[in-house]
């Protein structure tokens, strides 16, 4: 049986399979944050190794090669999303959960360093990675045209056309990954709720809430 010392020690030392786990989330983080910024064909694996202070061999002991890191945070983004319409689909009307989705997804982007949106670049993925990939948002993109057509029956939808209006709440959302400094101006639930407003009021039928006020000037 081990001493107090020993178990104590045991308690508070990240095993070696958590360690595991911890690079591999750093490593996916940083792969998402270097294909947003400079994209997947202008990202090599030396550049992640670089920034991740390691050997380029090393990322091969998490990942067989760059694609698979690709494909990874397009999948995790895309569980993310449905999450996030799946917990909406619960509202009454067709714009409260659409306001809902997008206060959702847009939380988990601000707050995740892996979840997020990647354009898909030619050849980056595997056809069949490709194909799941667009599968997947094509299926969203089809929800939301579905809750603008029950919004506008419910009426709490102004009438217009959904696919529009998806293309541009899918548009809208698809950059905050781009440009949302999490040290900026607005906290992750301040855009979320922000932006789910700005939504709301361009298809709401009556008066929606008042936008959450920025952060104080010395939160900056």
């Known amino acids: ?35 947003n910024k400079n994209g997947y064909h202008g990202t090599s694996l030396t550049d992640l190794a670089n920034e991740l202070g390691i050997k380029k061999t090393s990322i091969y002991n998490y990942v ?54 990647i354009l898909l670049e030619d050849g980056a993925l595997a056809p069949e990675q490709a194909d799941e990939v ?28 959904p696919k529009m209006v998806s293309l541009l709440i899918t548009g809208g959302l698809a950059w905050v990954s781009k440009w949302y400094n999490p040290g900026g101006e607005w906290s992750g639930e301040q855009l979320a709720e922000s932006m789910s407003i700005y939504f709301a009021r361009m298809l709401s039928t009556s008066f929606v809430d008042q936008l959450p006020a920025p952060r104080p000037a010395m939160a900056r």
């Not at 360690?19 to 940083?30: A, G, P, S």
């Not at 999948?75 to 997008?102: F, P, Q, Y």
């Open 1 to 35: 049986m081990p001493s107090p010392v020993v178990a104590a020690w045991g308690d508070r030392v990240p095993t070696r399979q958590t360690q595991r786990e911890l690079k591999e989330e750093i490593l996916y983080e940083t792969a998402a944050r270097c294909f």
């Open 64 to 117: 067989a090669d760059k694609r698979e890191l690709l494909y990874g945070i397009h999948v995790r983004s895309l569980e993310a999303a449905r999450a996030a319409k799946d917990e909406a689909a619960t509202e009454k009307t067709g714009l409260a959960k659409i306001r809902k989705m997008v206060f959702n997804y847009v939380s988990e982007i601000t707050h995740s360093p892996t979840i997020t949106f």
């Open 134 to 161: 667009l599968a997947g948002r094509t299926a969203l993109d089809h929800e939301l045209r579905i809750w603008v057509a029950e919004g506008i029956k419910d009426k709490s939808i102004v009438p217009c056309d």
